[in-house]
């Protein structure tokens, strides 16, 4: 999966589970551009890891600022394979 397609997928899941519709790049930040609070942070991190078969550690939101962030994350996490318990 490229970073593009991640990139559209991350979208999907904003719009379809936070209902957010302003457009979204890899410079957008996750808490002043989008303004996600801990609750909004938590639903993406499960609906991410939902959609992408991936898992986050514990910690491991603390390190995503921007969308490029997530991206980068996801890219990196779906070529080591899926959660070990999905």
Known sequence: ??????????R??????LQISSPVGLE???FQDL???SLKQLTLV???ENHFR?????GDEEGLRTIGDVVGFIANRTTK?????A
């Open 81 to 85: 394979g899926a959660c070990p318990d």
């Open 28 to 30: 957008t930040d996750l």
């Open 35 to 37: 303004e996600l609070d």
């Open 46 to 48: 499960v609906e991410l």
């Open 12 to 17: 999907k899941v904003l719009k379809k589970h």
């Open 1 to 10: 999966m490229t970073k593009t397609q991640i990139l559209d997928d991350v």
């Open 54 to 58: 991936v898992c986050f550690d514990e």
